[in-house]
């Protein structure tokens, strides 16, 4: 590992020794570094501007420690009850023919569909008595789970049955076997996406500004929008990049020990599924309710509320340019992020060195940012240096771009990958200029894996809210915005025609990602 | 006492009998090998065995224990049933000491019982090892290790060299055999290598469709399949259409033995004989038993090779196939004298037995 890193840098000190890279792929990994240390500049002007004394006694008061409290605290429970659920539920829909299995595999993945700050609305609405701190637990494990439960159950179809086999062999149970020999299988997986539900907690602000709970995302926020201080909210945002960083390096240092990979390469026989007999019953029941709370409850609410409403009748030209909006910056967002994304992909794979690792790591360290963070960042250089660009939508969508590239990046990546390099070379010996070489041979081949980035980027930007409110043009307004205002004013009957067509028009890319990962994922 | 008694052992499966009333004993120590190619059942018989698959009917004692039977079904972690799979399948995120000590109590895992168990697999010094710091052939080896680890009753091989290339696969099937031999352990390896088969067990099960057609020792297996299509299955084989009359094959090749257990009399028999046992020599078309063939082609092997032969017409004008230990001195369009030696297995000649 350290000689690859040695041999790298190496590499990319004493010049090219490979191939020479064209300025149009290495010129957006620039742009990368720059946007990426935009954060840090933006805390260092402020401080500056306050006085570093000033900022220092802002970081370290009675506030601050609250707000670390409560902040800790719901990333943990919150990461702790979905990695529950979600290793419940992928165990139960991968290992057991539990009725109606199918079924159950794309209901428990809906949750994605509704966007955090979709469903608290329709909790509040119901009772005010869900504000607080086990109402966004509540609320926000429902909605993260599918986070753990996709990856494990891929990890558990790709793990070889005989590995089980053997343990049983050796005289444990089955549940013996799932604790000795299952759950350390899994851990890369069950890791990864508690560490990406942690991340995501520390970046929530809609949902937790709607359920009262304060974190640190939604005091910079308040500070910001509400009282004005900027000092205050950039001294918060170091605090909250921290605490960002210390749960990255704590993925590294658990992560870092767990080296192994599976061993064998063959083909693992099928898997004979669990008969559950009676316990099917209970299991039935616990799914029923996950679903009933997870999906039932803000899809009911918001018809509910959607009947109740009509009464009052709906905006409809609003609702529809705020439906136009949301579309155009989806489609806009994704499309940006995927151009933004394939040379960063390209350099990766096609090329060594300091700037392909760069472009490689740098967007999951950025994604690991709050998109408030980002968004105050790119805010407060508009300001200052590119005055024309602020509240433009280009702007906003070279925040989409920063905030979702590794999504695009991933599944450029996984495409490329099965595209050999020989490819590309025949063709370039059949006499093709490398430019025609990639129109011809490698974007048709990738095409699959950029559809899915822009389908999973698109679904994103559409659920945006953050960044969005602090990036967007004046006076567009896109579905999640325009729930937001009316939430905020506990206009629940007036957010309900947003809401529901949020829901429906990022349900579809769900969907088709969901039944994809069900057919065609197995993963070695 | 026997190790292993399996007695109308079925399954089937929606549409496939997997298992049809299979019958197999094994002496303690001794290795039996089930044979057969994919689909045949083999696996399914080793998974039932070792609890992971339920049988419908029959029973299976292990030791003396009824494992499976009508009311009994112990579980796969009740039954001390070792269990070896293809490609070792160590586990990953364990060193080799810990996967070696997996099944052993905790007091067994602190005495010398893994150490001991290295140095049986020849693997001294390599407990602190990932296993993905081995290579395949040590994989198999410490799979075995955990496998022997807590002194199973039996322990059950599912085509472990398959993986592995073919010099490797060669040793690690010697050092494995004297390992077992040196721990007295019972096993059962199931393959699809006749030559696997042949050489590692004491005791050899062919399956087909489901069904053990014949259970015999490496030796009585090669020489008397009990029918065309094991004699093919277990090695070379040249089929002739003849007729049998009082024991002996009047056939192009003269008076053949029969082999016991054959029938006696048969107005159209098939009749096997293996490529070792024809003798090529010059043409010497006086001396009675001899046909003359040309020579068509040779395939040369290193330690033998196959001499491909077109009998004269006068003979039938049939091809056939001969093995010749040796580097072989046969040009194509050579005439040659064909012999043959030792006694031939008849069978009463069907018609597929010949497709």
Request: net charge neutral; glycine share 8%.
């Amino acid at each position: 590992m350290k000689e690859a890193w040695t041999q790298r840098l190496l590499q990319s000190v004493s010049g090219f020794r490979n191939k020479r890279r064209p300025v149009w792929l290495w010129l957006p990994v620039l742009l990368l570094v720059v946007l990426s240390c935009l954060p840090i500049f933006y805390i260092v002007m402020r401080a500056s501007e306050v006085g570093w004394e000033k900022a220092i006694g802002l970081i370290f008061r009675a506030r601050v420690y609250e707000l670390l409290i409560n902040t800790v605290k719901l990333a943990f429970t919150v990461t702790l009850v979905s990695v529950l659920i979600g290793v419940t539920t992928a165990w139960f829909v991968e290992r057991t023919r539990i009725p109606g299995r199918k079924m159950w595999n794309v209901v428990v993945t809906l949750p994605f569909a509704v966007p955090a700050f979709v469903s608290s609305y329709s909790w509040i609405s119901i009772y005010s008595g869900f504000e607080g701190f086990g109402g966004a637990v509540l609320v926000l494990a429902l909605s993260s789970y599918p986070l753990v439960h996709l990856p494990v159950a891929a990890a558990l179809r790709g793990m070889d049955p005989a590995l089980e086999e053997i343990s049983r062999s050796l005289g444990y149970s089955r549940m013996q076997t799932f604790f000795k020999v299952t759950l350390p299988h899994l851990r890369p997986a069950l890791l990864g996406g508690a560490i990406l539900i942690a991340l995501h907690m520390l970046a929530e602000f809609g949902a937790l500004a709607f359920l009262n709970y304060d974190t640190f995302t939604t005091a910079i926020f308040d500070q910001y929008n509400v009282a004005f201080n900027s000092a205050s909210a950039a001294m918060l945002s170091l605090v909250l990049l921290v605490l960002c960083l210390v749960i990255l390096g704590l993925e590294l240092l658990i992560r870092g020990k767990a080296k192994y990979a599976s061993v064998g390469k063959g083909t693992p026989r099928k898997r004979e599924l669990i008969s559950l007999g009676w316990m099917a019953i209970p299991a039935l029941i616990g799914f029923t309710v996950l679903a009933v709370l997870a999906v039932g409850v803000p899809l009911g609410t918001i018809t509910y509320w959607l009947l109740t409403g009509t009464s009052a009748g709906f905006d409809f030209p609003e609702v529809f340019s705020s439906l136009f909006s949301t579309l155009a910056f989806g489609a806009g967002g994704s499309i940006v992020t995927i151009l933004f994304a394939f040379p960063l992909v390209i350099l990766a794979i096609r090329y060594r060195g300091l700037f392909s690792t760069l472009s490689d790591r740098l967007p999951y360290f950025i994604h690991s940012l709050p998109g408030l963070v980002i968004g105050l960042a790119m805010v407060s250089f508009a300001v200052r240096y590119a005055f024309p660009l602020y509240q433009t939508a280009p702007l906003l969508l070279i925040g989409y771009a920063v905030l979702f590239l590794p999504l695009a990046q991933s599944s450029i990546r996984g495409a490329m990958e099965q595209v050999p390099k020989q490819l590309e070379e025949v063709a370039g010996s059949l006499g093709k200029n490398p430019l025609t070489v990639f129109f011809k041979v490698t974007l048709p081949l990738v095409a699959p894996g950029v559809g899915a980035g822009l389908s999973l980027v698109f679904l994103e930007v559409m659920k945006e809210l953050t960044a969005t409110l602090l990036l967007r043009p004046t006076g567009v307004d896109t579905l999640a915005v325009k729930i937001w205002e009316h939430t905020s004013n506990a206009e629940f009957a007036a957010s309900a025609p947003y809401a529901a067509l949020l829901i429906l028009i990022s349900g579809l890319p769900v969907y088709l990602l969901t039944m994809r990962s069900f057919t065609q994922k197995k993963e070695g | 006492m026997k190790a292993l008694q399996i007695r109308h052992l079925s399954k089937s499966f929606t549409s496939v009998h997997a298992l049809k009333d299979i019958q197999l004993d094994l002496e303690e120590g001794q290795m039996l090998a089930v044979l057969g190619p994919s689909g045949c059942g083999k696996t399914t018989l080793l998974r039932s065995i070792a609890g992971f698959e339920t049988a419908d009917s029959g029973t299976i004692e292990v030791g003396g224990h009824i494992v499976f039977d009508k009311q009994t079904n112990l579980k796969p972690e009740k039954r001390r049933i070792g269990y070896v799979p293809q490609e070792g399948v160590l586990f990953p995120h364990l060193s080799v000491a810990k996967n070696i000590g997996f099944g052993l109590s905790r007091k067994d895992r602190n005495s010398s019982r893994i150490d001991e168990m290295l140095e049986l697999v020849g693997m001294k010094g390599l407990g602190s090892r990932m296993p993905h710091e081995l290579s395949g052939g040590q994989q198999q080896r410490i799979a075995l290790a955990r496998a022997l680890a807590p002194s199973p009753s039996l322990v059950l091989f599912d085509e472990p060299f398959s993986a592995l290339d073919a010099g490797l696969r060669a040793d690690l099937r010697e050092d494995i055999k004297s390992m077992l031999k040196k721990v007295g352990a019972t096993s059962i390896l199931v393959t699809h290598d006749q030559e696997e088969a042949l050489s590692m067990a004491d005791v050899v099960a062919v399956m087909r469709n489901g069904s053990c057609v014949q259970t015999a020792d490496p030796i009585s297996l090669y020489k008397y399949p009990t029918d065309i299509k094991v004699a093919k299955f277990v090695g070379d084989a040249t089929i002739i259409k003849a007729q049998v009359l009082n024991g002996n094959i009047k056939s192009l090749f003269g008076n053949l033995p029969v082999a016991s257990g054959c029938p006696k009399d048969c107005e159209l028999a098939s009749v096997m004989i293996r490529p070792e046992q024809f003798i090529i020599g010059k043409p010497d078309l006086h001396l009675p038993g001899q046909v003359g063939g040309k020579v068509l082609k040779t395939f040369f092997y290193g330690h033998d090779a196959m001499v491909y032969l077109k009998l004269d017409d006068s003979f039938g004008g049939d091809e056939i196939q001969i093995r010749v230990m040796g580097t072989p001195v046969f040009e194509p369009d050579e005439y040659v004298s064909i012999q043959i030696d030792g006694e031939v297995m008849a069978y009463v000649h069907e018609d597929e037995a010949l497709a």
